[in-house]
Antibody
Framework: EVQLVESGGGSVQPGGSLRLSCAASGLTVSNNYMSWVRQAPGKGLEWVSI???????YYADSVKGRFIISRDNSRNTLYLQLNSLRGEDTAVYYCARSTIFGVVIYFDNWGQGTQVTVSS | SSELTQDPVVSVALGQTVRITCQGD??????ASWYQQKPGQAPVLVIY???NRPSGIPDRFSGSKSGNTAFLTISGAQAEDEADYYCSSRDNVVTRFAIFGGGTKLTVL
């Protein structure tokens, strides 16, 4: 059974930083496409970032240059470093296994999410 | 960037059939997936590749497509189907990967 467990969320002032973790079991992070998806309070879902199994990384325009996705293969863990945080980054952040081929993308396993609140 | 548009609220009588729509230009080129989200919980994939169900998803859930519109149909809606439903697809901008619709709140009466 696949389990993804996020941690590292919390409250931070604008301009601050946080590092989110997503510990995986039942799948190997380095063999999968792994994404971060966020959901602002009362709002819909927003794709944030993806790391390919080969190591390539991509970001939504809203976070490019501020967030960094990475992984630790020995810990089977995905990370998201959040820098220069803004109020609009306040959201629940989910990690999700992604499947991508051709005209298809979907997220078939999700963690429970971790709350990030950016406020002065 | 591209957009996916969903009706914000849809209701259905218990045991009846309901169709939730998702409209966007990207759906002419890319397959849709659908997610169910109940309050305080993570999203759950219910349909991928337009009309495939992950294991454990009841067969009353089905997907289809016409032109630039994707549909999620629930045949014989149950009380436990009351939830928010989101569609998703690739974005036309290759490096943006995925976009989501704004979500539809389904009420089962």
């Amino acid at each position: 059974e696949v389990q993804l467990v996020e941690s590292g969320g919390g409250s931070v002032q604008p301009g601050g930083s946080l590092r989110l973790s997503c510990a995986a079991s039942g799948l190997t992070v380095s063999n999968n496409y792994m994404s971060w998806v966020r959901q602002a309070p009362g709002k819909g879902l927003e794709w944030v970032s993806i790391m390919y199994s080969g190591g390539n990384t991509y970001y939504a325009d809203s976070v490019k240059g501020r967030f960094i996705i990475s992984r630790d293969n020995s810990r089977n863990t995905l990370y998201l470093q959040l820098n220069s945080l803004r109020g609009e980054d306040t959201a629940v952040y989910y990690c999700a296994r992604s499947t991508i081929f051709g005209v298809v993308i979907y997220f078939d396993n999700w963690g429970q999410g971790t709350q990030v609140t950016v406020s002065s | 960037s591209s957009e996916l548009t969903q009706d914000p609220v849809v209701s259905v009588a218990l045991g009846q059939t309901v169709r939730i729509t998702c409209q966007g230009d990207t759906l002419r080129s890319y397959y849709a997936s659908w997610y169910q989200q109940k309050p305080g919980q993570a999203p759950v994939l219910v349909i991928y590749d337009y009309n495939n169900r992950p294991s454990g998803i009841p067969d009353r859930f089905s997907g289809s497509k016409s032109g630039n519109t994707a549909f999620l149909t629930i045949s014989g809606a149950q009380a436990e189907d009351e939830a928010d439903y989101y569609c998703s697809s690739r974005d036309n901008v290759v490096t943006r990967f995925a976009i989501f619709g704004g979500g539809t709140k389904l009420t089962v009466l």
